[in-house]
């Protein structure tokens, strides 16, 4: 049997708030300024959860659920700079049209997305924005760059860092 410290297992309740290292349960939805839903956990029928502080989250949403508690819902717009980014032309780069590996009869076509390797290795998400007869733009920039974001969160339950949660 495990020896469990009482100071380890914690009953979650209204009073508790969220901060840096809380595991919270959740319900959210990531939409733009003229409706269009991005993202939303609110259809499905259990909350998702997550860590603050582990990068799941982009910090300037991170920032909107600080000291929310259980019940607690909030909208708020977050401007480019607190969301995905600013569009960046130094994102946006041009590929010699032999560089481009398709599918035998498939051509590239602007809105195509794409996976890119870095040097490191690393896979890149690219949308192609031009193509040319003999170059191919493609776009690096996050596809919300630029644009601002609303986002809505309900939450369910907040447990400190560094607890766990029970049900009694």
Known sequence: MTDFNNDTF???????????????????????????????????????????????????FE??????????TRTARLDPEQAFGEWNGDNVQTFSRTQF??????????GMMMEFEDKGKNTLPGVISEVGDTEIKVD???????????????????????QTAIKL
């Open 63 to 72: 920032k909107v659920l600080m000291n929310l508690r259980a019940g607690d």
């Open 101 to 110: 590996a398709l599918v035998e009869g498939e051509e590239p076509q602007v």
């Open 10 to 60: 914690i009953n979650p309740n209204e009073d508790t708030r969220i901060t840096h290292g809380s595991r919270v349960d959740l319900h959210f939805e990531v939409s733009l300024d003229n409706g269009t839903v991005i993202d939303s956990t609110f259809q499905r029928p259990e909350p998702v959860s997550l860590t603050i502080g582990d990068e799941s989250l982009l910090a300037g």
């Open 140 to 162: 690096f920039n996050h596809p919300l760059a630029g644009q601002c974001v609303n986002f809505k969160v309900q939450i369910f339950r907040v447990t400190p860092a560094g």
